[in-house]
């Protein structure tokens, strides 16, 4: 096969010092303006046309409940509304949302879909609810209207975890669980997904139920692996971890599993998940790359299968960025360069055997992967190459999909035809990730400290920060931005164990799912506002510890990265010229203990460059 592009030079600038040329500047903020424009177009034109249905049909101006009939669109943008500023009509949202939404319905829906676009909306919004500018609710980050919905609707999803192996179904009816001649074979992604999302809700809520359910099931999918190869296939029974379909690749039905692996290790500070994911990574480089695509072969033999490409398989470059990889990433951008430059779109599916459009992959849903790949790589290098390819993307959209009312789904990339839909992903995604590529400030990208923080030392005596809006955030697989700072809030990991879970799965009663209660005694807390230049610290109680104030005033100067030469907190502030990692990559935990947060492996894993 060969390369559809020569290979184009990567200059590799600081990630810290992105420069703009004034050349670029006028030219970049022109194309965030029309990124702006075009989200507050579409989003209009669903509340306008087509809310409370799920989606917008966007040719005949109308709505369409194709989910479970909770305005899906409307859960699924409101953390955008915050991205882009609209606070007014995130609150408009967010009052519109708590005062309608009922999961009591009897209706089958995909619990991945579910999952990623649902409880990941939800809780997104009410994270973001103190950058939203709206009031808070009595006990946020740890309760909330927008949470008690996520936990809602997780739970009803619950039911789809107990099977022998830990794997889900792949839908479960709203107020019956598993349909009764459901299907046991389930995506490889529709199994690994839920980390990120039902890990929040653990750590958010105390009910340890949510996270060990989708730890449980990425253990089963990792040890499915072939023992050869370390590959995995697309389609598992979920009842004997018994691959069904096993050609072996990274996109359509596997893509996002890769993706909770690294990212759920790095959030979640699990680095076992990140060791599972750098096997795998390897794996994937020497058996299915070529020429910097990624293929389709046999799990077991890596036998080429299905020598074509497709749209989904762009978001692989994020992950290589957040690995180190960066050379690799820049040249799988510039193969599906090639496509868009050729197109308009990236297809569904293309085959590398007969340079042409895989017949029946003509569609192009208005997909995100490739300018969030683009994102990823911005901020990494600094480049406006990769600036200039999200253009051609914007124009494209702008010129062929844009409707009376929205963007509309390109039925077939070679004709550019239209289709009445527009995807939920297009507001909650591909708009999102189009402005924040031509953002040289936004606070999405800020590593620092916003917004209320407090410290408090635990019953044992570990320190735990809770900043809610602070230390950089990580994108779910809808692009959902979830802070760090906040998993110090609430509720540290917790253990259940695996032969209560069945049980708990099914079980209606409420009160089982509480696991854990608040502490006896509330730690004592050093709160602040970092509003001003100068940080005005409250004095300690008598008999509270100046440990405790010292600390926090080494997170707050620090700024961007613990990153201290003392082996303990007790010594006195000194500052340090440490090297920060780009937000792409900020996952410190600030919530966890002490030693965890100072410890060397956390930043030799995460920066080491070679997979």
Not at 133 to 161: K, N, Q, S
Not at 576 to 605: D, L
Request: charge should be negative; aromatic fraction near 12%; glycine fraction near 6%.
């Amino acid at each position: 096969m060969t390369s559809l592009l020569l290979p184009l030079l990567l200059l590799m600038t600081s990630p810290h010092h992105l420069v703009v040329s004034a050349d670029h500047s006028k030219e970049n903020t022109l194309y965030r303006l029309r990124a702006e424009e075009m989200f507050h177009h579409a989003y209009q034109g669903y509340m306008d046309h087509a809310y409370p249905a799920d989606e917008l049909q966007p040719l005949s101006c109308s709505g369409l409940s194709t989910w479970g009939n909770f305005s899906l669109t409307l859960i699924d943008s409101l953390d955008s509304l915050v991205v882009f500023g609209l606070y007014d009509e995130f609150r408009e949202g967010v009052e519109r949302v708590v005062a309608n939404t009922n999961f009591s319905v009897d209706k089958n829906v995909s619990v991945f879909e579910t999952n990623i676009r649902v409880v990941g909306g939800l809780l997104s919004a009410h994270l973001l609810m103190e950058r939203g500018r709206m009031e808070l609710p009595v006990g946020w980050p740890c309760a909330g209207p927008l949470l008690d919905l996520a936990v809602d609707i997780a739970r009803r999803l619950l039911p789809a975890f107990a099977t022998p192996t830990g794997l889900p179904y792949g839908t479960v009816n709203l107020l019956y669980g598993v349909p009764k001649f459901e299907t046991t074979v389930t995506g490889t992604a529709g199994c690994g997904t839920y980390l990120l999302e039902f890990g929040m809700l653990s750590r958010l809520t105390g009910d340890p139920t949510f996270e060990h359910a989708a730890r449980r099931a990425l253990k089963s999918l990792y040890n499915a692996r072939s023992s050869a190869l370390n590959l995995v296939g697309n389609h598992i029974d979920i009842t004997r971890a018994e691959w069904i379909y096993k050609e072996a690749g990274i996109g359509g039905n596997v893509d996002s599993y890769y993706e909770y692996l690294l990212k759920g290790g790095l959030f979640f500070e699990d680095f076992d998940l990140v060791s599972q994911f750098k096997v795998l990574y390897k794996a994937v480089v020497n058996n299915l790359q070529h020429e910097y695509w990624y293929i389709w072969s046999n799990m077991f033999s890596g036998m080429p299968t299905l020598p074509s490409v497709s749209t989904l398989d762009a978001f692989w470059p994020s992950l290589q960025i957040l690995l180190g990889d960066i050379k690799s990433a820049g040249k799988t951008l510039t193969n599906f360069y090639s496509l868009i430059s050729h197109y308009g779109f990236t297809p569904e599916a293309f085959s590398l055997l007969s340079g042409q459009v895989s017949q029946g992959s003509e569609i192009y849903p208005l997909r995100p992967e490739f300018v969030e790949s683009l994102v990823y790589m911005y901020q990494a290098t600094g480049d406006q190459m990769w600036r200039n390819m999200g253009k051609q993307v914007l124009d494209s959209i702008q010129t062929s999909a844009r409707t009376p009312c929205g963007y509309a789904t390109v039925s077939n990339v070679v004709t550019h035809q239209l289709e009445d839909k527009m995807e939920s992903f297009f507001l909650s995604e591909t708009t999102k990730y189009l402005y924040l590529l031509f953002s040289d400030d936004h606070w999405i990208f800020d590593k620092g400290v916003w917004g209320n923080i407090s410290v408090s030392q635990d019953e044992r005596g570990e320190y735990r920060v809770c900043a809610p809006n602070s230390f950089g955030y990580t994108f779910t697989t809808e692009a959902h931005p979830f802070p760090a700072g906040v998993l110090g809030c609430c509720y540290p990991q917790q253990k259940v164990e695996d032969r209560l879970l069945n049980k708990i799965y099914k079980t209606p009663d409420q009160n089982a799912w509480v696991f854990s209660n608040p502490p006896k005694q509330q730690p004592d807390k050093i709160m602040f506002r970092p509003s001003v230049d100068r940080i005005f610290l409250s004095k300690p109680n008598e008999g509270r510890s100046s440990t405790l104030l010292s600390f926090l005033v080494k997170i707050v100067r620090s700024h961007y990265s613990v990153c201290f030469k003392e082996d303990a907190p007790e010594v006195e502030f000194v500052d340090h010229n440490c090297a920060t990692r780009p937000w792409y990559a900020k996952y410190e935990i600030y919530g966890t203990e002490w030693k965890k947060v100072v410890g060397k492996r956390a930043f030799r894993v995460i920066n080491n460059n070679s997979p």
